[in-house]
């Protein structure tokens, strides 16, 4: 799938809001006399501007269709066309040309971390990025540009600096997001300005999308789901211009775990097998077939969620004599642990997910503290379908003040559905109506 086959994004546009082509140029029109202006948009132009390679509006008429489709003009006037459209559900190409739009886009939402206006990409066409990414092998992007050439050591500081920001995401999660923000700016600044050769190309590329990745799961973990996407979409494009085939294959598999977190399962399992098609590294393999173990368990296919988990335990121990890349050395026992236990309890075996998710307890060490979050409410999950309330209602006591203590509002709320909706039935005993009291107090307590 290339991102032409699928139509131009001002099609979209015009198809989400039943417009014909005559209806946006009555619009376009409208929005021209608002300004005192008079225009001839007709049908001729707007196709022409729906067939890419015939002909690109001119900088009023882009105004105009920000005017019209209630979009901000910074975001028209800074990205370039038609990329700025609200019609997400479209990939960028793997292309120069597509790297180059992914980095605006990253560059516009680090400008504006707080808009949430705009679309998440569509499940379906996760899978058309995964199936392109497969398939096209890198373009060498590499060349002497306008600027200066980069400073080796500039670049093995950031590489440095970049492999060792995730280690502040549990204690200080807004550090971490403004130091990874600042990282990629250089990263980006670099390759459009400097001058470099094709290794240090993929050195800057691969920083780019190491940082990238991590800001994705910041963001993802507070709900900006759409924030999240763009970085992603940025660390999946510089991945692969600096051909590094796992990394890509990890955002990928990220971007499944991410639909499938989003109520999109069956995506989540076409993505993961494009993305183990080019996966080299066997930590890397691993969890990649964890994650489509979760979205084969939400699909309630037991037989194929107990083969995915078999061949992530046996990827993840051949992995143990090789040395894992930066981006997935935190794979671990105590991860593969949490999921086969979240695994279980969608497949309703309470049983199996208690051992699971107490032997990763067990394992998981204490600075990862969204996972522990996660995992007692998963284990409090598991307790109540074995009708152990008590069990249940001490496990989300201490999953609230663990996620708390995070900062990560995807934890919280996971808890608190919890309460609110899986402890609901049991509101009637008293240690449930002590949990809602005590939740009560300690969510006043730090909105004061």
């Known amino acids: 799938m290339t991102t032409e086959a699928v139509g131009h994004p001002l099609t979209y546009v015009r198809q989400q809001r039943g417009w014909s082509i005559e209806k946006l140029a009555h619009h376009l029109n409208l929005a021209a006399r608002r300004r005192g202006l008079r225009i001839a948009a007709d049908r001729s132009r707007i196709y022409r501007w729906e067939h890419r390679r015939v002909g690109t509006p001119s900088d009023l008429y882009q105004e105009l269709l920000a005017d019209v489709l209630g979009i901000d003009s910074t975001r028209s006037g800074t990205v370039a066309w038609p990329w700025w459209l609200p019609a997400y559900d479209r990939p960028f190409p793997f292309s120069p040309a597509g790297a180059r739009a992914a980095h605006t886009?990253?560059?516009?939402?680090?400008?504006?971390?707080?808009?949430r206006t705009f679309l998440v990409l569509a499940a379906g066409s996760l899978v058309g990025m995964a199936t392109e990414w497969a398939r096209v092998e890198p373009e060498r992007l590499a060349g002497a540009l306008a600027g200066q050439r980069v400073d080796d050591s500039l670049l093995t500081w950031l590489e440095s600096s970049v492999g060792r920001l995730p280690g502040l995401a549990n204690a200080s999660p807004q550090q971490c997001a403004d130091l990874l923000g600042a990282a990629m700016r250089v990263a980006i600044n670099l390759l459009d300005s400097a001058r470099y050769n094709e290794p240090t190309g993929r050195r800057l590329r691969t920083v780019l999308a190491q940082a990238a990745q991590s800001a994705a799961w910041l963001h993802f973990d507070q709900g900006r789901h759409a924030s999240a996407q763009h970085h992603w979409r940025t660390a999946l494009h510089s991945a692969h211009s600096a051909d590094d085939r796992d990394l890509g294959a990890g955002v990928l598999s990220d971007l499944a775990y991410s639909a499938t977190w989003l109520g999109h399962p069956g995506e989540a399992v076409d993505i993961l097998a494009h993305a183990r098609t080019r996966t080299r590294h066997a930590t890397a393999r691993s969890l990649l077939d964890v994650r489509r173990a979760r979205a084969l368990a939400v699909l309630k296919d037991d037989v194929g969620t107990a083969r995915a988990l078999k061949d992530a335990e046996h990827q993840l121990d051949r992995g143990r004599t090789q040395s894992a890349p930066t981006w997935v050395s935190w794979m671990s026992s105590a991860d593969l642990a949490v999921?086969?236990?979240?695994?279980?309890?969608?497949?309703?075996?309470?049983?199996?997910?208690?051992?699971?998710?107490?032997?990763?307890?067990?394992?998981?060490?204490?600075?990862?503290?969204?996972?522990?979050?996660?995992?007692?409410?998963?284990?409090?999950?598991?307790?109540?379908?074995?009708?152990?309330?008590?069990?249940?209602?001490?496990?989300?006591?201490?999953?609230?003040?663990?996620?708390?203590?995070?900062?990560?509002?995807?934890?919280?709320?996971?808890v608190l559905s919890t309460l609110r909706e899986s402890l609901e039935p049991h509101r009637g005993c008293a240690a449930v109506r002590d949990l809602r009291s005590y939740a009560h107090q300690r969510l006043m307590a730090v909105r004061a």
């Open 105 to 115: 886009e990253l560059l516009v939402d680090l400008n504006q971390p707080d808009r």
């Open 339 to 414: 999921d086969a236990g979240r695994c279980w309890l969608d497949l309703d075996d309470p049983r199996q997910a208690t051992a699971a998710l107490e032997e990763g307890l067990n394992l998981l060490v204490p600075a990862r503290k969204r996972t522990r979050a996660i995992m007692l409410t998963y284990r409090a999950h598991a307790a109540l379908a074995s009708h152990d309330i008590d069990a249940a209602t001490a496990d989300t006591r201490t999953a609230l003040d663990t996620a708390l203590g995070t900062g990560a509002s995807r934890c919280l709320d996971l």
